[in-house]
């Protein structure tokens, strides 16, 4: 070999060694940059290192205008306290980074005169944050004050507030009294269907960015397919051509509206979401008492789906033939009836009324994934007191519950108004269990 070309090959090999150095200190170099980097980001920004909560909220007076200079405490877990001022907008707004019960409450001394709490008791709102990054509304409820108001302008409000609450009741008792004279079904996940409309109706109007209307339509007839129609035939309708017995799909019920329940919270968090469109609407004054215009507008076409309901069972074929499958499915299907054909529009027609009660709930009050779960104790002392298994009975027993429950405030703190109608599901088990307008049967 050439003296030249052995230079040349060693040079080489010393040019690639030195390569491979280079490029491995490059690596290391470029590996404590980032992670130098990294440090620095952590130490500077310590509050991005982890998602945050809002809990936030607007401070305004009887007529919807803000109130500014107003203090606002938070208490939280580990000892986390903050204080805020609500600014020209009424706004204030913290952020935490921890899950927990955090209580918010309101400085009363910084409300301008002739304004004060609706209910004493709303001074503390409490939030539960289940899980980090979302954002939760608390509002005081503010107004002339009750103190203000006497014994007989708070009976008259809050009739009215029983009547509405009665007739979100009713909507669901009828549903799930129609399915229980049809198929026999005691069904624990109705109240489901409540929330699953509320839900829904949120998704299209707040996120989808429909009209509340037209999102409440969606909602309604979303709720007819898929828990009225398609619950019955793929869940429901297989287990009755089992033959499984009524207590055995008590208890699917049971485990499915437990299934829904936390399923509505992994997919939507755990706050109460209120619509934007409608969030404070400022109150009609009638007389005595004081109605927003959507809790006029949603009673008003409550009232409509009742009555076509009514129609539909007293009038039309199919509500006929439903009359008849309550009372004897095997005559019934005997005389020709499709009674599965019967029993699927029933579903339809009780997830619709369902639905439609989870709207007006939504509108008024907002949605949470709980809200069908604290309203199925009330359908089910409705539809006890009034019959179960009677279309009459679930009306007439929605409004008696709607109205004790409500007017009960006026002797008992409201945190304990359901517990009146607990009572009354438990009298009526006892002195007579088949309801005002049930019908004694003879067992055995």
């Not at 899980?131 to 939760?136: A, I, K, S, Y």
């Not at 779960?373 to 002392?381: E, G, K, P, S």
């Amino acid at each position: 070999m050439h003296p030249s070309d052995a230079l040349t090959q060693d040079l080489e090999r010393d040019l690639k060694f030195t390569r491979k150095k280079l490029s491995a200190r490059f690596i290391l170099v470029y590996i404590a940059l980032i992670t130098a980097t990294a440090a620095l980001s952590s130490i500077a920004s310590p509050a991005h290192a982890a998602e945050t909560t809002k809990l936030y909220g607007v401070i305004i007076d009887s007529a919807e205008k803000p109130i500014s200079g107003v203090n606002v405490s938070i208490a939280g877990p580990d000892g986390f306290s903050a204080k805020v001022v609500t600014d020209s907008l009424g706004a204030w707004e913290v952020l935490v980074t921890a899950k927990g019960t955090y209580a918010a409450t309101i400085n009363e001394g910084d409300l301008p005169s002739g304004q004060a709490l609706t209910d004493p008791k709303k001074g503390t709102i409490k939030a539960n944050v289940f899980m980090t990054g979302v954002e939760l509304r608390l509002l005081f409820p503010i107004g002339p004050g009750v103190e203000k108001a006497t014994r007989l302008e708070r009976s008259a409000q809050l009739t009215v507030d029983g009547l509405i609450l009665g007739l979100i009741i009713a909507l669901a008792a009828l549903g799930l009294n129609l399915i229980f004279g049809t198929t026999g079904l005691t069904n624990f996940a109705h109240g489901e269907i409540l929330t699953f409309a509320g839900l829904l109706t949120y998704y299209f109007s707040a996120i989808v960015k429909l009209p509340v209307a037209l999102a409440a339509l969606v909602a309604v007839i979303l709720s007819a397919f898929i828990s009225g129609f398609l619950q019955d035939r793929y869940l429901w309708r297989p287990l009755r051509k089992r033959g499984t017995g009524l207590i055995a799909m008590l208890v699917v019920s049971i485990g499915f509206a437990i299934f829904l329940r936390y399923f509505f919270l992994f997919l939507f968090g755990g706050d109460t979401r209120q619509l934007p469109q409608y969030a404070g609407q400022a109150g009609l004054e009638l007389g005595l008492v004081n109605i927003t215009p959507k809790s006029i507008l949603t009673t008003t076409i409550g009232i409509g789906f009742i009555v076509f309901a009514t129609l539909w069972l007293l009038t039309t074929r199919m509500g006929k033939a439903s009359r008849a499958v309550a009372d004897n499915p095997a005559l019934a299907s005997a005389s020709g009836i499709d009674v599965q054909k019967v029993i699927r529009a029933v579903w339809i027609l009780g997830a619709a009324l369902a639905g439609y009660a989870g709207v007006i709930v939504t509108v008024n009050q907002g949605v949470s994934f709980l809200m069908g779960q604290d309203m199925l104790l009330l359908i089910f002392a409705a539809v006890t007191l009034g019959g179960l298994g009677t279309a009459n009975g679930a009306l007439v027993g929605s409004l008696i519950i709607g109205l004790f429950v409500q007017l009960s405030t006026l002797f008992i703190p409201t945190e304990l108004k359901y517990v009146g109608a607990l009572v009354v599901l438990i009298l009526i088990l006892i002195v007579r269990p088949q309801g005002i307008l049930g019908r004694k049967e003879r067992i055995g």
